[in-house]
């Protein structure tokens, strides 16, 4: 009888105890002793059983009995056929639709002889014994993670140990770079990826940056000192997917020896792609919009009907020049967007110019015009009062706290009653530390305010000076742009944020 031959090995100790050429000699050895013809060994090398996916062998082998290769199909044990049961079954009712017997030599049954209701059994010891041992595993994983188990590869450092990095100063150089590039040349993830590439610098796999892999290194705490993990795990074993775990699972870990670039810098990156993300993340169906500095006007103009960022075109008929579209006109027509509005960009280039220059005509009445709008923004945030009156206040409040405290100490009041009593004050104390930090704020912008808009109007200078303008350089003097189907255009001023003048 012609037979094939399938084993399956998942680990690197299986192979040790097992290996593939010992199991090929067994196989051997069983057709010889039963006058049996070996036509072929299928073997799938590290490959787990709980799927058939990448099981390439095992897949080769069904197709090769649709082309009657062979009459049987011969395995050690159920385990090394599938630990899935539904795969179990598929795969021999296939066989046997072919009329080509599978026998598990360790049990030594048949799917032939046996009945399916005896395989499913054997099937679903085996899926159970998978089970157990994902659970062993994920165990296991938990517990190195709580320790702070690192990974394999993390750009930036050098592996030790399970536990132990240090600092590869060269790629930790380029780390540093790409947040330079990120915060001080507000440049976006995938020019600094190409300027990566044209410097010939590497990834940790020795291949060429992407805007993902520049995303991961700015997104990741490790760089500042502070290391999580466990924020991923196996959600079924089954299907072997792997799924985010909420971020109370998640195990933190202050490493101070790993920092490449300060907590403070860290710090910065985040907002900046916060502030991104929200700029530019324009809402169904746009979620993927993304922040871009290639051209001059790269995600700055605005539609203001759809939300989306008009993008470049470039006129090739009679008089070559570049204008600037809303993307989803320009895409579904009116159908979704009727802004049908095209914006040369050297006309634009000059309006923005020349609406910039108005402004600072009268520097001393800009610059008050702008502290008195901080003013009245920051003025919202909290109730304004006087830094006496608010020490005054919370004072009060905290021995009021305390009275509360004592009654309940005394039996006077239940513990119900003296966490609705707390809580009020609490609420009160947090409005008026709010309060507090504003008083602070204006104190200090008061004295600092006038410098930092003054430097805003050098930049504005410049700006008009430049012959040749980037995407960086507008973005130094204005927020952006947006457009409505009137063709009416509004110029938004860079936006100050208080933290950063202070």
């Not at 600094?192 to 796999?205: A, C």
């Not at 700029?279 to 995600?299: L, V």
């Not at 309060?435 to 704020?441: D, G, R, T």
Request: aromatic fraction near 10%; charged fraction near 30%; proline fraction near 2%.
């Amino acid at each position: 009888m012609r037979i094939a031959a399938y084993c399956r090995v998942s680990t690197d100790e299986e192979k040790q105890l097992d290996s593939l050429a010992n199991q090929k000699n067994f196989f051997e050895e069983y057709a010889a002793k039963n006058g049996h013809v070996l036509v072929r060994l299928y073997a799938d090398e590290g490959i787990s059983g709980t799927s058939l996916k990448k099981r390439d062998e095992f897949i080769r082998l069904l197709y090769d009995a649709k082309l009657g290769l062979f009459d049987m199909v011969v395995v050690k044990d159920v385990s090394r056929l599938a630990r899935n049961t539904v795969d179990f079954l598929q795969s021999i009712r296939t066989l046997k639709g072919l009329g080509i017997n599978t026998l598990f030599l360790t049990s030594n049954m048949d799917s032939l002889g046996e009945s399916e209701f005896v395989l499913t059994l054997f099937g679903a010891m085996a899926q159970e014994e998978s089970a157990n041992l994902s659970k062993r595993v994920k165990f296991g994983k938990e517990i190195s993670a709580k320790k702070g188990r690192v990974p394999q590869r993390v750009f930036g450092y050098d592996r030790i140990d399970n536990f132990t990095l240090v600092i590869n100063e060269k790629e930790a150089q380029i780390v540093r770079e790409i947040y330079r590039m990120y915060i001080e040349e507000g440049l976006g993830c995938r020019k600094i990826s190409i300027k990566l590439n044209e410097s010939g610098h590497k990834t940790k796999f020795n291949c060429e940056w992407n805007p993902r892999g520049v995303r991961r290194v700015l997104e990741n705490p490790i760089y500042s000192g502070h290391y999580i993990n466990h924020k991923y795990e196996v959600g079924d074993y089954l299907v072997g997917k792997v799924v985010r775990t909420p971020e109370d699972q998640h195990f933190h870990h202050d490493r101070p020896e790993w920092e490449i670039v300060s907590p403070e810098t860290f710090a910065k990156a985040q907002k900046q792609l916060e502030m991104r993300r929200k700029q530019y993340n324009t809402g169904e169906p746009f979620m993927q919009a993304r922040y871009s500095s290639k051209y001059i006007f790269s995600t700055l103009i605005k539609c203001e009907h759809c939300g989306r960022s008009f993008s470049r075109k470039v006129h090739k008929y009679v008089n070559t020049y570049i204008y600037w579209v809303c993307p989803t006109n320009y895409q579904y027509t009116a159908e979704k967007c009727d802004n049908k509005t095209k914006l040369r960009e050297d006309i634009l280039l000059s309006k923005v110019k020349e609406y910039l220059a108005s402004l600072i005509q009268d520097k001393s009445t800009f610059v008050n015009k702008i502290i008195e709008e901080i003013e009245k923004q920051n003025q919202t945030k909290c109730i304004k009062h006087d830094a006496s009156d608010i020490k005054m206040k919370r004072k009060r409040l905290i021995a009021k706290k305390e009275r509360y405290q004592e009654m309940y100490a005394n039996d006077v009041m239940t513990m119900t009653e003296l966490k609705e009593k707390t809580a009020a004050i609490a609420e009160e104390l947090e409005r008026l530390d709010c309060s507090m930090k504003q008083y602070a704020q204006m104190i200090a912008f008061q004295k600092n305010g006038e410098d930092y808009i003054r430097r805003y109007i050098q930049d504005i200078e410049q700006f008009l000076n430049m012959e040749t303008v980037t995407n960086i350089d507008m973005r130094k003097v204005i927020s952006r742009i947006t457009v409505n189907k009137d063709k009416t255009i509004k110029i938004e001023l860079k936006k100050f944020d208080i933290d950063d003048i202070l």
